[in-house]
């Protein structure tokens, strides 16, 4: 008789838990692009019941961790010298300038990368070929000269005799006396272009121009003594009547007042600017016992549209980029 011997193979318990854990709990990937495309998807299938997780953001961050993937950002420069040699550094076939002329905020902006020129193709499936981010800007905020604030920040705004001297005296800089040929009124040739072109404004607004001492004099003893007659009419055929004040000012020794309704002063526009000769109208109001005086720059969009063009003509000459009036897509 022969005795037979049976074996019987055991498994490590522990040894089978691990393999089935390894098994349940690893993960897979799904799409992993090669070279980790950026532009692609990075799936994997983790533990949780299979759950899928997309990991593209967290690859894209740590690829812009070490490198950025395209420009972005906006510089804010100091001086036009330094937009433009800004657009000439980042500049490329698709960039361009836009030019703000606000009279409060007037700005220029520098669009790197701007849209490529051409119409929109909707049609294309991975996206319009000619669009761009425009993420990469520099904003340049023209400064406007303390003389300029100064001045249209008081035209227009009835003064009081001492508010008007003491401005007066603390811009007299910015005041200059006519010259001769602009006192005699006269358009000449041997006059400078500048002194007919104020001579001009002065025939059209029937002004006298002024010279800075007498307005001083008339901001520290003006006095006014004002005498109203009434005259009264009326149309017998319709019946429609007026009533009408004949107001005569007259200082005080009796004589009609023969006061200069216009003044000049040269002031830039923007900070560090050329100067632009500007007429000045000087009226005054008599409001019951005391008089207003008001000092109204004439037509100052004319010198603003001036240096607002120079400036530009200058950036788009010397960065040789498209420039478009007004603001960019946000």
């Known amino acids: 008789m022969t005795d037979e011997t049976t074996q019987f193979s055991t498994e490590n318990p522990a040894a089978t838990m691990r393999d089935v854990m390894e098994k349940l709990g690893g993960t897979e990937f799904i799409d992993r692009p090669a070279d980790f495309d950026l532009t692609k998807a990075h799936l994997v299938a983790t533990p949780g019941h299979r759950t899928i997780e997309d990991l593209t953001s967290m690859h894209r961050a740590a690829a812009e961790y070490l490198k950025p993937a395209r420009r972005k950002g906006t510089a804010r420069l100091d001086d036009l010298q330094s937009l433009i040699e800004w657009a000439n550094r980042f500049k490329g076939p698709t ?80 005041i200059m006396d006519p010259t001769a040929a602009i006192l005699a009124g006269k358009e000449t040739n041997k006059n400078q272009p500048w002194e007919n072109r104020l001579i001009q404004t002065a025939q059209q607004i029937e002004g006298r121009y002024g010279q800075l001492t007498q307005l001083l004099q008339m901001s520290r003893q003006f006095q006014v003594y004002e005498t109203s007659n009434l005259k009264v009419t009326s149309n017998r055929d319709t019946g429609e009547g007026e009533i009408q004040f004949l107001n005569e000012h007259k200082g005080a020794d009796g004589k009609p007042l023969q006061i200069p309704n216009l003044i000049i002063i040269a002031i830039p526009v923007f900070m560090g600017g050329a100067p632009y000769r500007m007429p000045v109208r000087f009226r005054y109001r008599k409001m019951g016992g005391s008089v207003r005086f008001i000092l109204s720059i004439y037509n100052p969009e004319k010198a603003f549209e001036s240096a607002f063009k120079e400036a530009i003509e200058e950036a788009a000459e010397r960065t040789e980029l498209p420039t478009f009036k007004g603001s960019p897509e946000s």
């Open 95 to 174: 960039s361009a300038l836009f030019a703000k002329p606000d009279l409060r905020a007037p700005t220029i902006t520098c669009i790197a990368d701007y849209h490529a020129e051409g119409p929109s193709d909707q049609t294309i499936a991975t996206g319009d070929p000619t669009a761009r981010h425009c993420h990469h800007r520099a904003i340049y905020n023209f400064p406007l000269s303390e003389e300029w604030k100064a001045w249209t920040g008081v035209s227009g705004q009835p003064l009081e005799k001492d508010d008007l001297g003491e401005f007066i005296e603390a811009n007299a800089k910015d």
